[in-house]
């Protein structure tokens, strides 16, 4: 039996055993990570290296995992990390929840991953264990929007009306009673024409905007504040959002029962209110309606902030974006048929709509959509240097070029740069 101290653990050894494809002596020097430091400084290297092993990936983030939590409760580092290594996130959190783990990040990710596995009913049972949960936190205003995505609307609205009757916020932190009440106030309760629907009228005016709300309900800023930049404007206004969070797909119910019929009723609407012009804005997938309705309508102009621009049945059916994969499937359940590219769509209008997109050049995924009509006719791009966040709009709102991006707007004059 050998008395031999097993040597410590080396970045440089793991480096090098990588760089030979020797799998062996990777992991017997990620055996040796027996500090915290160590254990993130592996996972690190594991993720950059592209290793095809992702039992190990999965294990040393669960150590990492179970480290941080013991020392530091520390869930932003958790989260951090869980971002570089989100498959072995999940599976650490998954397993954790299943181990009796009931703290609200793991509740979190395992309701993540029952998510990615399509566990509709998994994701209403873990949901609604961490909805009873007390102080509230991040973690339940992000797990609401979780099973909204799944289409689990009436365990989270039986959840904010709880906790408003109850003014239910004792020990809340994280800022998690602002975000609560941001998701309330914004979350069509009832069905009826006015939680889905309101119409902001400018008598005399002949033009309208349709404005379509994002999965948050909101357009990046609350429909308040958006309210505000187009109070001293020609137009109408028309403040539509999705209660089925289905990208409109099918239909506002205010309007029609389907996407053919809602552009009828929008084309009613514009009529009774004397609108001979039509405009739309969107912001995220709600930028994907008004590129979508604007195109079947006749708007001869439409903005999106951070819009999706394509939403193929090929592309949804393998989740290809990445978000709101829950969605992504009961797209392809519940409206597959009006899945598509608005660049095909946009391609058959002539003359072409004029199409403005903001995007945030350093966020990938919203660049991807944007260019994706770089080649479209009518369309133009305005990249802002810098911004890697989706939140395009907010964004733009602090540094006070909202105002002017929505007055050129709607007098229809070129939309300013984000510079």
């Known amino acids: 039996m050998s008395d031999e101290t097993p040597a410590p653990f080396s970045l440089e050894a793991l480096n090098g055993a990588i760089a030979e494809g020797d799998e062996a002596t990777v992991r017997a020097v990620a055996a040796s990570a027996s500090t915290l430091r160590d254990q993130k400084q592996l996972l690190g290297a594991l993720i950059e290296s592209g290793i095809e092993a992702p039992d190990l990936i999965t294990e040393t983030f669960r150590r990492v995992f179970e480290s941080l939590r013991d020392k530091t409760a520390d869930d932003k580092a958790i989260l951090d990390l869980s971002k570089r290594a989100r498959q072995a996130a999940l599976a650490a959190g998954r397993a954790a929840y299943a181990d009796g783990d009931r703290q609200p990040l793991v509740v979190r990710l395992a309701i993540e991953a029952e998510a990615r596995a399509l566990n ?5 049972a873990i949901g609604s264990e961490l909805l009873s949960m007390r102080p509230i936190t991040r973690h339940h205003m992000v797990m609401a929007k979780q099973m909204l995505n799944m289409g689990h609307r009436e365990p989270v609205m039986a959840w904010i009306e709880a906790v408003e009757q109850a003014s239910d916020f004792e020990g809340a932190r994280d800022g998690a009673r602002r975000m609560f009440e941001d998701l309330a106030r914004h979350m069509p309760r009832d069905g009826s024409d006015e939680s889905i629907m309101q119409v902001h ?18 357009l990046g800023v609350s429909i308040e504040q958006m309210l505000t930049w187009t109070a001293a404007l020609d137009t109408h206004v028309v403040v539509l959002k999705d209660p089925e969070r289905l990208i409109y797909l099918k239909g ?7 996407v053919r019929s809602t552009t009828e009723g929008m084309r009613r609407l514009a009529k009774r209110l ?8 969107g912001n995220s997938s709600g930028g994907f309606a008004a590129l979508r309705y604007g195109q079947l309508a006749g708007a001869t102009r439409t903005v999106g902030f951070g819009a999706l621009t394509t939403l193929s049945a090929e592309r949804t059916s393998q989740r290809a974006d990445g978000r709101a994969p829950g969605m992504a499937d009961r797209l392809m359940a519940e409206a597959r048929e009006e899945l598509g590219d608005c660049a095909d769509w946009l391609r058959e209008r002539d003359p ?10 350093d966020m990938g995924k919203d660049r991807f959509h944007a260019e994706n009509l770089a080649d479209t006719p009518g369309v133009t791009l305005h990249m802002i240097p810098g911004l890697n966040e989706h939140g395009v709009v907010q964004h733009l709102a602090e540094r006070d070029l909202m105002p002017a991006i929505m007055t050129a707007f709607i007098e229809g004059r070129p939309l300013p740069d984000a510079i």
């Open 120 to 124: 509709r009913d998994a994701v209403h």
């Open 201 to 218: 009228e400018r008598p005399g005016s002949r033009r309208v905007v349709f404005t379509f709300s994002g999965l948050s309900n909101r």
């Open 252 to 258: 506002v119910s205010t309007l029609g029962s389907d």
């Open 274 to 281: 004397g609108a001979d012009e039509i405009l739309c804005m």
């Open 352 to 361: 072409p709509m004029a199409v403005d997109l903001y995007f945030g050049a």
